[in-house]
């Protein structure tokens, strides 16, 4: 987090507009503060009048202990304390929450659990926008083509179901250019942490429907034939084999998205807002939901639909099943359901 700047000058901004005129007073609670106490240090020296950093793991909790020691912040103004969130009791409640739990999916570093149980025992006014940093976090999702899947630009003789079906789903920097949205990215997941919560064990469900746009697909026919051409392929080669690749999908990509204050003056997003490549610390998770990539055209429909499972503890894997179905715009043209994973 240190390296992404965007990310921590979003946080650090939020904080100091938290915490100002109400400095000596404001006690924060910094949930997975890392080791080098990053977001605690930053509230401490806005003015905060006390800190709560915690920290699951105790060789990073000890990291956190030296740089508290080495940070010049007056003695006892930060607090690490060692262990998960929701085992622990404070000794008072916080006015203020920071977190940075946010997974590439939003949801997968259990958030859902942790800020169930802080809601609950944590802050002194649990359901004020003004009590947490970020505000909300999302998934944003896009039905996306991706180059190596496909059969003209991909590893020879890979097995790509059994990627699909038995390992993790790829992920990517969100910088990558080897990944195109082919729509405009919808909210997956919406997450306020000033409304009540649904508790550990939830089984959430949603719908999305995207449709696959003439503008992305010529954009990134354009984007992949460039990175062909600068690889060495003849000109017109490399415009057929990037049409063809534009014109694929291989499943609904994921990427989270920050929002750090009720106005939203602040915002954090890992890709651009248009779901197009730009650098960040999380990755664009990209589950295979087909052996070979589909065919789409300008207007053809993809719809998707999710069951989320979350974990019964704050450790516990969160469960995502997804089913993906294409409708074709043109009449002639079968509609393609893609396997569920």
Not at 253 to 272: C, H, K, N, Q, Y
Not at 313 to 335: F, G, H, K, N
Request: charged content about 25%; proline content about 7%; hydrophobic content about 45%.
């Amino acid at each position: 987090m240190v390296n992404d700047h965007a990310r921590t000058s979003a946080f650090t901004a939020a904080i100091q507009k938290a915490v100002l005129g109400r400095e000596g007073d404001l006690v924060v609670l910094d949930i997975g503060t890392g080791p080098e106490a990053l977001l605690a240090l930053i509230a401490a020296r806005a003015g905060a009048r006390k800190v709560f950093a915690i920290e699951a793991q105790p060789e990073v909790a000890e990291m956190a202990r030296r740089a508290v020691a080495e940070s010049g912040v007056g003695v006892g103004v930060v607090q690490v304390i060692e262990g998960y969130s929701t085992d622990i009791e404070l000794p008072e409640k916080a006015d203020l929450l920071v977190a940075e739990i946010v997974g590439s999916v939003a949801s997968e570093e259990g958030i859902y659990a942790t800020m169930f149980d802080a809601q609950r025992r944590h802050l002194r006014n649990p359901f004020m926008p003004a009590s947490y940093i970020p505000l909300a976090v999302e998934t944003l999702a896009a039905p996306m083509s991706y180059a190596l899947h496909h059969p003209a630009l991909g590893p020879k003789g890979f097995d790509w179901d059994a990627v699909r079906i038995d390992g993790p789903p790829p992920r990517f920097a969100c910088s990558t250019h080897v990944v195109k949205a082919l729509s405009e990215p919808l909210r997956f997941e919406v997450i306020r942490f000033d409304v009540p919560l649904p508790p550990p064990g939830s089984r959430l469900e949603t719908a999305l429907t995207f449709e696959i746009s003439a503008d992305r697909i010529h954009a990134a026919s354009q984007d992949y034939a460039a990175i062909l051409v600068e690889a060495g392929m003849p000109g017109e080669a490399a415009d057929e084999v990037a049409s063809e690749v534009a014109h694929s999908v291989t499943g609904v990509g994921f990427w989270p998205r920050l929002i750090m204050d009720e106005d939203e003056t602040l915002v954090v997003d890992s890709r651009a807002a248009d779901g197009s490549a730009q650098r960040s610390h999380w990755q664009t998770v990209l589950p295979l939901l087909c052996s070979q990539p589909q065919r789409v055209a300008a207007r053809d429909i993809l719809v998707l639909h999710a069951v989320i499972d979350l974990g019964e503890a704050i450790d516990e894997p969160v469960r995502y099943a997804l089913e993906c179905e294409i409708r074709r715009d043109a009449p002639t043209r079968d509609s393609a359901p893609m396997a569920s994973r």
